[in-house]
């Protein structure tokens, strides 16, 4: 069965104090690991797509990057208005087209 | 241009009502998903069509749960007889098979009473 972890669960950080949360999955053949933020209220709105080991994606303070196991996504420097949930989502190969999705990092940005 | 957009935006029934839930995908994109989110929680599949080959129904968790989409457009999300464990946000997604790109739309919150 694929499986999705995100941690950590949350994630509370000052402005301009980077880190990085994590997505471990299991699956069998990756075809695609996908990143999206969720602002409260609101569907998700997709970030990245990484397909193999060792692929990089960046979008302003956002950096996405991907290992046979896990996936990280990096925050630099972030700002307030980074605070969101950020889920990450595996798609497995054989035929399968239904992205398995983690619980979400719900990150807090104080100014 | 025009992401997805699904309606109504908040819908609040009865115990035992049937309601229709919406989704216009993003035009071009051959692949839609029904996704239920409840409080707190993770993204649960529901179902996937994917052009004109028979939909994937695998995540309906009951009988009282259908779909259908009409070609590669507009979808529509069945639920009869509600029950209070019904609550929660459904969401729709449109995926381009080619690019890899997503778009969610804003969801329906579900309130079963």
């Known amino acids: 069965e694929d499986q999705v972890t995100q941690s950590p669960e949350a994630l509370r950080l000052q402005e301009g104090e980077s880190s990085s949360l994590n997505c471990s999955y299991t699956?069998?053949?990756?075809?695609?690991l996908f990143w999206y933020r969720q602002d409260p209220g609101k569907g998700p709105e997709f970030l990245f797509t990484?397909?193999?080991a060792g692929e990089e994606k960046e979008k302003e303070r956002l950096k996405a990057t991907l290992t046979k196991k896990e996936s990280f996504l990096h925050i630099t420097a972030p700002k307030p208005e980074d605070s969101a949930t950020y889920l990450c989502?595996?798609?497995?190969?054989?035929?399968?087209?239904?992205?398995?999705f983690g619980r979400g990092t719900s990150l807090i940005v104080h100014p | 241009g025009a992401g997805v957009s699904q309606s109504p935006s908040n819908k609040v029934t009865e115990k035992g009502k049937d309601v229709e839930l919406r989704c216009d995908p993003i035009?071009?994109?051959?692949?839609l998903y029904w996704y239920r989110q409840r409080l707190g929680q993770g993204l649960e599949f529901l179902i996937y069509?994917?052009?004109?080959?028979?939909p994937d129904k695998s995540g309906l968790p009951s009988d009282r749960f259908s779909a259908e989409r009409t070609g590669e457009s507009v979808s529509t999300l069945t639920i009869q007889r509600t029950q209070q464990e019904d609550s929660a946000v459904y969401l729709c997604?449109?995926?381009?098979?080619?690019?890899?790109?997503w778009g969610f739309g804003p969801g329906t919150r579900l309130t079963v009473t």
């Open positions: 997604a449109s995926r381009d098979r080619t690019s890899g790109s």
């Open positions: 699956v069998s053949g990756l075809r695609g």
């Open positions: 990484l397909y193999s």
């Open positions: 989502a595996v798609q497995a190969g054989g035929g399968s087209y239904i992205p398995t």
């Open positions: 035009s071009g994109h051959t692949a």
């Open positions: 069509f994917q052009g004109n080959s028979a």
